[in-house]
């Protein structure tokens, strides 16, 4: 099918569209905008800023992308936001540009973001993340594959959120949560292994047991931080996937992780 642009809309002549692009009523889309084959915008949706979108991506009302960052750091410049692939904005969805000059919000592909939530200035978002409603993560945050988040949670600015982690509705995340874990509460802490969220991503029993042993070790056999990463790293498995994910995790952390409960 041919690129479609409903008569109300506004698509400036310096934006670039893909193939099979549908734009509908009363849009905007601005000059530095590329939007992918098969893109979809409904109606009042809104593209602005130095912001390409991949292939196959939804924008549903009233969602905005590449807005200017709300950081009053900023300076000026022509920084920016990119997008993957097959992404799903939901109604009034807001996504800002970076704070530096050169610098960009980044997404992945296959995302699912509900209706209200934010992605802010500097965010580093990674591929098949659900996001439902009400989810605000703040500058800089970096959000790893394959996480879950419930309604109205929220993740503090430099905050990391590891693979397969699922935060729990209403959660306020500030410090690191590491992968593979259920993290709650006001703050929130970790409670369990995502296990349920596991077997959906296909992790057999064999790497279900090593998770549940990492996370004996961190959180319940009452070490202290660097003594639970110690005895990982020294374990029996500490060269499979699922120890190695943790330890380099842990390693990277500039804000601590989230304790147990």
Known sequence: MPTVVHPSAFVDPAAQLGVDVDIGPLCYVGPDVRL?????????ASVEGNTWLGEACELFPYACIGGKTQDLKFKGGNPGVRIGAR????????????TAPDGYTT???DNTFLAYGHVAHDCVVGSRVIA????????????EDDVVFGANSGVHQFCRVGAYAMISGYAKVVQDVAPFFIADGQPAV???INKIGLERKGF??????RVKAIYRILFRDGLNRSQALERLAAH???GEPEFVRILDFARASERGLAPGA
């Open 107 to 109: 997404l992945g592909d």
């Open 236 to 238: 029996e498995q500490a």
């Open 204 to 209: 057999d029993a064999a790497r279900i047991e």
């Open 87 to 98: 992404n799903v904005f939901r109604e009034y969805y807001t996504v800002h540009s970076a």
């Open 132 to 143: 439902s409603n009400g989810v605000g993560l703040a500058g800089h945050v970096t959000v």
């Open 190 to 192: 970790i409670r369990a």
């Open 36 to 44: 992918g084959d098969r893109t979809r915008l409904h109606h009042h």
